[in-house]
């Protein structure tokens, strides 16, 4: 039997202005899954993270991942998962991604690494879609291959990993209130207005060429969402303040990462990072609203094994 131990990052989605096309890893958090393959069938899951999950297999992001992979490779046998450290689901720094990453990559690690790290991203989706009823990549690809990604493409997938500026961190607060990313995607509007659109695209191209470029300026001036975070601030208690006072502190950017609640701001200063940091736990612990928050420097670091044993 052949038994791996698999660390998936937390990810950003949108990245401001990127909506379902761009997301970055956090390395500091993730989620930990231990995977095995033995002889037979079935997919068998124990949840031994302190994270309620759902119970039934059918119900967990993993399972579809797993099966897909099956499909793609035409392998079988019978998977066995603990899932031993978990992101809390609902909390928008890509909870289901990191478990829908480590499953495909444990998967890939089991059996001998039969597929591309675009197939793995492809197994992945397929978590993403049961947690979201869509198939997007923007937490699953940053999560899987680290550092910033710009999924160009879906069909088919096109994925581009971007250049990270040399100093370039991120603040990240997870306010316990719970927005299922379904919700914050049943929300949006299925229509974009020229005018947003024009805005939109033009903030995309300036976000690339801000990273390219190492243009720190052009990033933070480009990170403005007109497709979603206009819908989905009212998920978070006063948003638009909390944004001023993160800018005034020296933040290149504030904005809600993926659907939500979770808010990342953006700097070329660890101390500027730091102080984000507190300005968010304090604007959540002043309306009563616990929250974890970290403090991270962007780096290349995607999905990996902790351990590796075959029995
Ligand atoms: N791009 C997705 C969304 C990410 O914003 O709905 C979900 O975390």
Do not use: T, W
């Given at each position: 039997m052949k038994?791996?131990?698999?660390?998936?990052?937390a990810s950003i989605a949108n990245l401001g202005c990127g909506f379902d096309i761009m997301g970055?890893?956090?390395?500091?958090?993730?989620?930990?899954?231990e995977m095995s393959a033995s002889e037979g069938d079935g997919i068998h899951i124990e949840n031994r993270s302190g994270v309620p999950l759902p119970e039934d297999p059918e119900e967990n992001v993993v399972t579809p991942v797993i099966r897909k992979f099956f499909e793609m490779t035409g392998l079988r046998g019978r998977i066995d998962v603990t899932v031993c450290q978990k992101i809390y689901p609902g909390s928008g720094i890509g909870s289901s991604a990191a478990s829908s990453a480590a499953a495909?990559?444990?998967?890939?690690?089991?059996?001998?690494?039969?597929?591309?790290d675009e197939d793995l991203v492809v197994c992945a989706m397929e978590g993403e879609n049961l947690a979201s009823g869509g198939y997007h990549a923007d937490n699953a690809a940053p999560s899987l291959l680290g550092g910033i990604?710009?999924?160009r493409g879906y069909e088919p997938l096109d994925i581009i990993q971007l250049p990270i500026p040399g100093n370039f961190y991120c603040a990240v607060v997870?306010?316990?209130?719970?927005?299922s990313t379904k919700a914050a995607r049943g929300i949006l509007p299925k229509a974009v207005p020229m005018h947003d659109a024009i805005g939109q695209w033009g903030n995309v191209g300036g976000l690339i060429a801000g990273l390219y470029s190492g243009n720190i300026g052009l990033v933070g001036r480009?990170?403005?969402?007109f497709v979603a975070e206009p819908y989905?601030?009212?998920?978070?208690?006063?948003?638009?303040?909390l944004r001023t006072k993160i800018l005034a502190s020296g933040s290149l950017a504030m904005n809600i990462s993926g659907s939500g609640p979770s808010v990342f701001s953006l700097s070329d200063k660890r101390e500027t990072a730091h102080r984000a940091g507190e300005?968010?736990?304090?604007?959540?612990?002043?309306?009563?609203?616990?929250?974890?928050?970290?403090?991270?420097k962007i780096t290349n670091k995607g999905t990996r094994l902790l351990a590796n044993e075959i029995l």
């Open positions: 038994k791996v131990r698999v660390f998936a990052p970055l890893a956090l390395d500091e958090v993730g989620d930990i899954l495909a990559f444990g998967m890939n690690a089991l059996f001998d690494e039969p597929l591309s990604i710009l999924i997870h306010p316990r209130i719970m927005v480009s990170m403005q969402d989905r601030k009212r998920f978070i208690p006063d948003f638009d303040g300005l968010m736990k304090e604007h959540f612990a002043a309306r009563d609203i616990p929250c974890d928050v970290y403090v991270v």
